[in-house]
Antibody, heavy 119, light 113 residues
């Protein structure tokens, strides 16, 4: 296993909620910018959220108001709470680490968690 | 529709060179922003892997057959000496100041003939 391991994916009905977890090893989740990126089946990559080391969060318009990113420093774990899920949220969700201060790129990726939203 | 524009596919015979373009704008790749362009390789059924960072740097373990360049609002990824194992999807990525987040290209599928 790598330094990022996502869990919590599954099948959920439209309008439901799901929480993804990303267990981090080898570095501190609170000392890094942590991002969530998703990939719909057969589609490209879409950035959806970030939590900065100081705790500031940002979201893509497509999930703003429905998704919340958070972290538990005692468990060194990142979370993505997803509410009011829609069929178009069906995707593999990747937990990633941003390589700051060296650059605005993603140097570590988890294996991904599949979320399927049925209508 | 992706903020960064890539060709859907490119192909080449083993040993040849293929180039993938990535076109952005003044709010992301543009010279004045200072944001870098980065490239990821995604093999079938796996998570993306960092291939090129900060325009033209390779992480440890990435063969020097892969190289990147950036000019104005465009960037490119070149694969020289194409090999069968290079068949994958390739994505460019930058940061966009107007969106306050990362942006990706739609991806380019490289096929080795």
């Amino acid at each position: 296993e790598g330094p990022l391991v996502e869990t919590g994916g599954g099948l959920i009905q439209s309008g439901g909620s799901l929480r993804l977890s990303c267990a981090v090893s080898g570095f501190s989740v609170s000392d890094n910018y942590m991002n969530w990126v998703r990939q719909a089946p057969g589609k490209g990559l879409e950035w959806i959220s970030v939590i900065h080391g100081a705790g500031t969060t940002y979201y893509a318009d497509s999930v703003e108001g429905r998704f919340i990113v958070s972290r538990d420093t005692s468990k060194n774990t990142l979370y993505l709470q997803m509410d009011s899920l829609r069929p178009e949220d069906t995707a593999v969700y990747y937990c990633t680490r941003e390589a700051r201060p060296y650059g605005d790129y993603l140097d570590y990726w988890g294996q991904g968690a599949l979320v399927t939203v049925s209508s | 529709q992706s903020v960064l524009t890539q060709p859907p596919s490119v192909s080449g015979a083993p040993g040849q060179t293929v180039t993938i373009s990535c076109t952005g704008s003044s709010s992301n790749i543009g010279t004045g922003t200072g944001y870098g362009v980065h490239w990821y390789q995604q093999l079938p059924g796996t998570a993306p892997k960092l291939l090129i960072y900060n325009n033209n740097n390779r992480p440890s373990g990435v063969p020097d057959r892969f190289s990147g360049a950036k000019s104005d609002t465009s960037a490119s990824l070149a694969i020289t000496g194409l090999q069968a194992e290079d068949e994958a999807d390739y994505y460019c990525q930058s940061y966009d100041s107007s969106l306050s987040g990362f942006v990706f290209g739609a991806g380019t599928k490289v096929t080795v003939l």
